[in-house]
């Protein structure tokens, strides 16, 4: 069974920063592209950045030169720096990751973790 546990989030006031962190446990043969998504209320899930095994990254336009995001293979952990946060951010942050069973790969995620940023 794969796990994928977040942590990370919590209340900042506009300007600050928050690393989110999430790891894949289980029976994983490789991941492949890993990434974090976000939900504010009343809208639909969207992307925030994402990752592939070798390192190229994709941000949304909202995110470009302040969020950064990173993964460390050895750990199966992707991390998500968010700096000089906007009340615009607030919203439940995902973590995303397509994990390879034997030779299927399979979408899975974090359970989501809270981020509040105050005017």
């Known amino acids: 069974q794969v796990q994928l546990v977040e942590s990370g989030g919590g209340l900042v006031q506009a300007g600050g920063s928050l690393r989110l962190s999430c790891s894949v446990s289980?029976?994983?043969?490789?991941?492949?592209?890993m990434g974090w998504y976000c939900q504010a209320p009343g809208k639909q899930r969207e992307l925030v950045a994402t990752?592939?095994?070798?390192?190229?990254?994709n941000y949304a336009d909202s995110v470009k030169g302040r969020f950064t995001i990173s993964r460390d293979n050895a750990k199966n952990t992707v991390y998500l720096q968010m700096n000089s946060l906007k009340p615009d951010d607030t919203a439940v942050y995902y973590c995303?990751?397509?994990?390879?069973?034997?030779?299927?790969?399979?979408?899975?995620w974090g359970q989501g973790t809270q981020v509040t940023v105050s005017s």
């Open positions: 289980g029976s994983i043969f490789s991941i492949n592209d």
């Open positions: 995303n990751a397509r994990v390879v069973l034997s030779i299927y790969e399979y979408d899975y």
């Open positions: 990752i592939t095994s070798d390192g190229s990254t």
